[in-house]
């Protein structure tokens, strides 16, 4: 059904390049058709058949869920991901290819990355670093290792769709729809938080280039155990180096040895830690610029015998100068691109709440006090878009060398709700609106006297992604404390009240 319904789409998409008219509007009656067909026969009581990641993320990538069952959906299928399949996949050749895109297209390109990023089964990580094959190429199966199957090649394009997401979801590099040549490209520097850099040169048919760096505020790292017992701890050998890029070290926000989980800024420990990876991690770190951290088993011992392999996860703030914040997600964003002639580009960067957004251009002002400089060829126009905290810059052929800054939030403040409480209140001061959730966490969160979020033993994967649609850009909001709203019960096993908590910025909004 799903293929049927996909061809159609695309076959209706090419009669309307062709400006075929009649054939175009008798497809997209047929797809409409096949569409309640398909929700009539597969979805009952706000569940997909099977209840399966795949039954949701093929419906979701046509985007066909009924409109007024459809937030609820996507808050059940990101709680199911994020709880019941612990971020990992669960899908075969199919779902695969279409997952990543799906929570790219949900505005999820950090829970995208965890899985991607993933080390233990079933994953792309896995096949590396597992114990008892460790792969020099792609796995035919999840499972090749243990032979399960008479299918189980070991050089095998079955699950390559990630090196397409990767360059352009992960790197941002897309070409505009309806683009061939690379004529319009649209570029999405710093999408995530759980990568710094990222790059792309593409030669043929003409030369196109995207770099970019997030430098200072929240740096995160993961590394797979390294099994060497020559000079553990060097980067050859499996050490996991952390970068400001500007700045230095200034706080150990997590760091753990043993099973963590979780997404940059919501890293948590798992059933395996070993207890001395943060004092560790603070006197390698701490007041530097960058360092590395051994990922060598000999270097920790092993905390959890039996667990067939473990990872070192550590997220750091980086200071530049006196001013930093954990809200802050960079003190500055470098964005280098090469448009070649005759073509144009798209550059939409993400400003995390800042307001007073500055662009430089080879040191130049292009961008400032909410205006694009018209004596700057090659930048002729710029749009802001509130629904993704984004400034698009729309620019013409030419090289350019971009540097990102911004004022940090004018207000910082904590929302904490526990007990009977039913709802959750977040409020700015007159004249400012809610520009950043900075922290947030429904289960059973706690708080220190520095406003440092721990997120605990239960934690709702969709407490960011409901809070930032409820609250963003007003200046107050109500969030609903009820397991439903949050897409399902984060932990069933937690029996007294969930609470909640949550750190974010007001400002102005002044571009």
């Known amino acids: 059904a799903f293929s049927l319904l996909l061809s159609i789409k695309q076959v209706q998409e090419i009669a309307v390049a062709l400006k075929d008219t009649d054939t175009a509007t008798k497809l997209d009656s047929m797809y409409k058709q096949y569409t309640a067909e398909f929700n009539k026969a597969f979805l009952s009581n706000g569940k997909y058949v099977d209840d399966l990641q795949v039954s949701y993320v093929l419906p979701l990538y046509l985007d066909i869920l009924p409109q007024e069952q459809k937030e609820q959906i996507v808050k059940y299928f990101i709680n199911k991901l994020t709880t019941t399949d612990n971020t990992h996949i669960t899908a075969g050749i199919i779902g695969t290819k279409f997952l990543l895109p ?62 397409g997401w990767m360059q352009t979801d992960m790197i941002g590099f897309r070409q505009s729809e309806g683009s061939y040549g690379y004529k319009e490209l649209d570029l999405y520097p710093a999408t995530s938080l759980d990568i710094s850099s990222a790059s792309i040169n593409i030669e043929y048919p003409r030369d196109v280039k995207f ?50 989980k979780g997404v940059c800024g919501y890293y948590r420990q798992g059933n395996c830690h070993a207890s001395q990876t943060l004092n560790v991690t603070n006197k390698l770190c701490l007041n530097k610029t960058e360092c590395l951290v051994p990922t060598s088993a000999d270097y920790w011992g092993d905390p959890c015998p039996g667990l067939e392999i473990k990872w070192l996860q550590v997220a750091v703030l980086c200071k530049v100068g006196s001013a930093y914040d954990i809200g802050h997600h960079y003190t500055s964003l470098q964005v280098n691109v090469t448009v070649p002639v005759g073509s144009q580009a798209h550059i939409n960067i993400p400003t995390y709440g800042m307001s007073k957004v500055m662009v430089m251009d080879n040191d130049t002002p292009i961008f400032t006090n909410g205006h694009l400089l018209e004596r700057i060829k090659g930048i002729h126009s710029y749009q802001w878009i509130p629904e993704r905290d984004v400034l698009r810059l729309d620019v013409l052929s030419g090289e ?79 969030i609903p404390l009820d397991v439903d709203f949050f897409g399902g019960n984060p932990c069933p096993d937690i029996l007294h009240e969930l609470n909640f908590i949550a750190k974010y910025s007001c400002n102005r909004r002044i571009y």
């Open 102 to 163: 799906v929570l790219t297209n949900l505005k999820r390109n950090d829970l995208a990355l965890e899985i991607v990023k993933q080390v233990d089964y079933p994953s792309w990580g896995f096949m590396i670093h597992n114990p008892y094959e460790p792969a020099t190429a792609l796995w035919e199966l999840w499972n090749a290792h243990n032979g399960s199957a008479g299918m189980d090649s070991r050089n095998h394009h079955m699950f390559s769709s990630v090196s």
């Open 211 to 260: 770099f970019w760096h997030r430098k200072g505020g929240i740096q995160c790292a993961k590394s797979a155990e390294d099994h060497s017992s020559v000079n553990p701890g060097l980067p050859e050998h499996g050490g996991l180096k952390l970068m400001c890029g500007e700045g230095i070290i200034s706080k150990v926000l997590f760091a753990s040895y043993g099973n963590p």
């Open 400 to 478: 350019y060398n971009l540097t990102v800054t911004g004022k940090m939030a004018e207000e910082s403040r904590v929302v904490e709700a526990k007990g009977n409480v039913t709802h959750a209140m977040l409020k700015c001061s007159h004249g400012n609106v809610i520009t950043s959730i900075d922290w947030v966490s429904y289960g059973n969160p706690s708080i220190n006297l520095e406003e440092e979020g721990d997120l605990g033993s239960c934690h709702s994967g969709t407490s960011l992604m409901v809070t930032e649609d409820v609250c963003l850009d007003k200046q107050q909001c109500s």
